[in-house]
């Protein structure tokens, strides 16, 4: 059965972080969402705390004229 997962190795912490940051950027901002919430949900699971989701916050803000 394959997993779908790759393993790369590279030579210096530099180029790990130059790849990294090519995958999110490639990512749609969908995806880095989901992403997010991912780890939210694992960081949950292994704490055994319920899910929730994210709480929205709205605050009306007047601006001055001028």
Same mark, same amino acid.
């Given at each position: 059965?394959? =997993?779908? *997962? =790759?393993? =790369?190795? $590279?030579?210096?912490?530099?180029?790990?972080? *130059? /790849?990294?940051?090519? &995958?999110?950027? *490639?990512? =749609?901002? !969908? !995806?880095?969402?989901?992403?997010?919430?991912?780890?939210?949900?694992? &960081?949950?699971?292994?704490? /055994?705390?319920?899910? !929730?989701? $994210? !709480?929205?916050?709205?605050?009306?803000?007047?601006?001055?004229?001028?």
């Amino acid at each position: 059965m394959t =997993t779908g *997962k =790759t393993i =790369t190795v $590279f030579d210096s912490h530099a180029e790990a972080d *130059k /790849n990294e940051a090519a &995958y999110w950027s *490639k990512l =749609t901002p !969908q !995806q880095r969402l989901d992403a997010v919430g991912e780890c939210v949900r694992e &960081y949950l699971r292994l704490r /055994n705390e319920p899910e !929730q989701g $994210f !709480q929205r916050v709205y605050r009306v803000l007047e601006r001055e004229k001028g």
